[in-house]
Each structure stands twice: as C-alpha cells, then as structure tokens.
C-alpha cells in the first residue's frame, strides 16, 4: 500500500502571480538546494563561497525566513548561471518580498504557527483533514466560526474589531481554497461528536449542518464522519489534535502533514525521494510524517462511515435540529 492517502498523477499548479509569498520562498529553497547539490557541495561550501553563515544557507533551503537580495545575488554569481535560470531564481525572489494575504489586514489574529499552513492551502492540490472536536475551518458558517471565535474572546470584545477581523479572516480563507478555477480535491474527516456538540442556538446548527450537506454534493469535496464506536490504531485517532495533510503534485511543492495542539502546531515535510537508505537514514521528523500519515490512512480505512452513510447522517440531524 501507498504511504501516500492519494497518490499524486497530476502536475502542480504552473508557477506565476498566482503564487503565493510562502510558496515562492521554499521554492526559491528548493532552487538553491538543487544548485548545491548538483555541484556536489555541501552548506558549509556555500557558505563560505558565499560568505555568509551555515544556519543563513540552512533557512534559505528550507524557507524558514525571508531571504535578503544580497544572499540569492552572491548565489547567483558563486555558480554562474544562465540567464533563465538567473531570472527565475530573481523572480520568486522578488515574490517572497510581498506580504502574504493573512499579513495586510489579519496580521494580529492570526497567529504564528498557521502561518505556513494559511500560506500553501491555496497552492495543494489535494487536502486530507481530519478533526475531532470542531467543524473544520474550510467548512464552518460564519454562525459557527461566531460561536467558536467568542469562546477565545472576553465578553468585551464580542462586539468589537477583533471579532469582525477573525470572521472576514475565515471568509477570505475559504474564498482562498474554494473559489479558484480548479480547487483542490479536499477530503474532510470528522468524528461524528461534531453533529452533537452545539455552538449557540440550534439556528445555527441547523445552518452549519446544511452546509455540511451542500458541500457533500460537490465533485471535489469528501465529507465523511469517524464512527465513536470504532476503534482505531489503539484509539491514539482520540488522542490527536486536528491534522491535514496538504499534495502539491509532481514537481510542485513538498508534501507535508500539519498537525495541531493548544496554540501551536507542528509541520512535517514528506522526505524526498532517495531518502532513508542505507547511507542517508531518515531524521525524526521524515519518520513523523509518515507516523502521521499512516494515521491518517488508518482512520479512513477503519473507522469511517462511507460518504453516503455520512450525508445520511447529515440528513438526520438537518431533520432534528429543524
């Protein structure tokens, strides 16, 4: 069986303006990266060909900050590349320099550790969630996302800017990953306690249940609910937090699983290919993905109701919250 929950036959999205800040600035990684190793260098010969610092070399890999002019620049000289491949490496650079969406206007309700995950759900091609206590985010009814967003906010602050920011942010979110001409293939696991748990009146339940069941319908979405009595890996399904797993397509981005706790999350990347032989073991966190993904696949394949029992059960509690 496939390590992956769907394995990928179609190309990622074509690069251009479409991109998006925190897409660019790991593709500008992977560039780099891809340069060094086809010299047969390692990041301590970048860094001191380039003059600057191991860890400088190691985050402008993996995307973890915003890279300077100066740096690509000196990489740029130091392997003497063409001018397509200068421009190309100039362009997702001049990219990386834009805001992302969320920092314009929802800089100061959204916090640090979603960052990475608001930056690329535009760019997959295929998103497995799963959730356990709440309506996903992509799915909720500005009703729902009300109820949820005032238990986090003091009494005071109900009516005021930061309540308004935290709706539109969610809008613009689903507007970001529903609205494009060809939005991905989106799979949504929840465990069924979610049709239960109330979230202010049962108006607003019924509202977010026939949501549910709208969004069922469409050719690219998957809803389908985790039955409480099924067990499964051990229960540890029970004892997770929310998690997706984002597919960019061959020859886009690498695939990799967000996993989330209280106020922080954790981001694991797929390893690429090669990797885990006999010279080149994987890391912790390559073997983390695959953890979480096999999780994944273990709660589709044992404890879910099939899609059509799923929109059953949305028939069912459309009809008792009516």
Not at 49 to 57: A, F, L, M, N, Y
Not at 221 to 234: E, Q, Y
Not at 286 to 302: S, T
Request: glycine fraction near 8%; include cysteine.
């Amino acid at each position: 069986m496939s390590s992956d929950l769907n394995p990928i036959v179609r190309l990622a999205r074509p690069s251009g303006p479409d991109w998006t800040t925190t897409a660019a600035n790991i593709m500008l990684g992977r560039a780099v990266r891809d340069l060094r190793e086809g010299a047969g260098l390692k990041q301590k010969d970048l860094a001191h060909g380039i003059h600057v610092s191991i860890p400088t070399i190691h985050r402008l890999e993996t995307g973890e900050t915003t890279p300077v002019l100066r740096t690509v620049e000196e990489v740029i000289r130091f392997f003497e590349v063409g001018p397509q491949k200068r421009d190309e490496l100039l362009m997702l650079f001049a990219r990386t320099q834009e805001p992302e969406w969320y920092q314009q206007r929802f800089a100061d309700c959204t916090p640090a550790y979603l960052h990475r995950l608001l930056g690329l759900e535009s760019m997959a091609i295929h998103i497995t969630t799963y959730d356990v206590r709440l309506v996903p985010g992509l799915l909720q009814t500005p009703g729902y996302t009300g109820q949820i967003v005032r238990t986090g906010l003091h009494l005071s602050e109900w009516d005021g800017p930061e309540m308004e920011l935290r709706l539109a942010q969610r809008r613009e979110r689903q507007r970001r990953v529903f609205d494009q001409a060809d939005p991905p293939r989106c799979v949504f696991l929840l465990d069924d306690s979610v049709l239960g748990r109330m979230a202010g009146t049962r108006t607003i339940m019924l509202e977010q249940m026939i949501h549910l069941r709208e969004m069922a319908d469409l050719p690219h979405i998957t809803i389908r609910f985790i039955l409480s009595d099924r067990m499964i890996a051990g229960n540890a399904a029970a004892m997770a937090g929310s998690m997706a797993q984002l597919q960019f397509g061959r020859g886009g981005l690498p695939d990799f699983v967000y996993a989330e706790g209280y106020e922080k999350a954790d981001y694991f990347t797929k390893p690429p290919r090669g990797v885990g032989g006999p010279s080149k073991p994987t890391t912790p966190r390559q073997n983390d993905y695959e953890r979480h993904l096999q999780l994944l696949l273990r709660i589709q394949g044992e404890g879910c109701a099939s899609p059509a029992e799923s929109r059953r059960m949305l028939d069912e509690k459309i009809r008792h919250y009516s």
